[in-house]
């Protein structure tokens, strides 16, 4: 190797480690209308708008690269440090384990995690016990309340989407699906799924449901990372961030949420 081989060599190569530096790589799983992910393989929604407006802020020469995947696979990826940042993350404390979240959360819900049947159905469930015995489609890698989730004994049905739960209810192939309300039925209009098809089961499980922007452990202890999560919070005070989510018919977020 000449010397001026070698020259073009390392600035080729410390160039492509600058670029590499100055990606943030963004998990987008198909969940219309908060994410969408195309026939092309080519990604958007709202975490991307919301990043989107937080490097504006602060470091515009950086660039976004939308990671499609699956759902479980989002939140694997991010844990294991394969991916920089995910969207509509609810904190728990074993994800706290391996990922760092972002405060304040940009998707409160007042709403229930309901279970849908089909309409044609004879299906009751008036309480938690009567779960039991119930095939329930459930997102793959999903949290949904601590009852649920901490309740080996019952029958779930692991999917990638939303709109794949639905339609194994409407074939008759699960019994129940398990999901936000008020999230789900938007997701049905926007996929046009014929939620008239669908019945609520008088049991739900009622809470506040906080959707955060998560980053990876290792991509937490940035300098960009630190940015990032300050500039949160200044969107937030400022009302830029409700204007960011509006769109998206979420509401806005509380000031009670907003804290330094």
């Not at 994410?35 to 990043?51: A, N, R, T, V």
């Not at 819900?109 to 049947?117: D, I, K, N, P, Q």
Request: aromatic fraction near 10%; charge should be positive.
């Amino acid at each position: 190797m000449t010397k001026y081989t070698a020259i073009t060599f390392f600035i080729l190569l410390f160039a492509r480690t600058v670029w590499a530096e100055q990606t943030v790589h963004v998990a987008v799983d198909h969940a219309p209308p908060f994410s969408e992910i195309d026939h092309h393989g080519e990604s958007q929604g709202l975490i991307i708008d919301i990043l989107s407006e937080l490097l504006k802020e602060t470091h515009p020469n950086y660039k976004i690269k939308p990671v499609p995947c699956p759902f479980s696979r989002c939140v694997r990826m991010l844990a294991q440090g394969q991916v920089d940042v995910m969207g509509g993350l609810i904190k728990t404390n074993r994800r706290e384990q391996t990922m760092a979240f972002v405060q304040p959360p940009y998707m409160v819900l007042s709403s229930s995690f309901v279970f849908y049947a089909n309409k044609n159905s004879d299906i009751e469930v008036n309480n938690f016990d009567e779960l039991t015995g119930k095939r329930i489609a459930v997102m793959r890698g999903a949290a949904y309340y601590k009852a649920f989730d901490e309740d080996k004994t019952l029958n779930r049905v692991p999917v990638n989407s939303e709109h794949v739960a639905f339609d194994l209810l409407l074939k008759g192939r699960v019994d129940l699906v398990l999901s936000v309300e008020e999230t789900a039925e938007v997701a049905m209009r926007t996929l046009n799924q014929p939620f008239e098809q669908l019945k609520k089961v008088n049991y739900r499980h009622t809470n506040n449901i906080y959707g955060h922007m998560a980053f990876s452990q290792r991509f937490a202890k940035t300098k960009l990372a630190i940015k990032l999560q300050r500039t949160m919070i200044k969107l937030a005070k400022s009302g830029q961030l409700n204007k960011l989510v509006a769109p998206y018919q979420l509401p806005a977020i509380p000031p009670a949420l907003i804290s330094e």
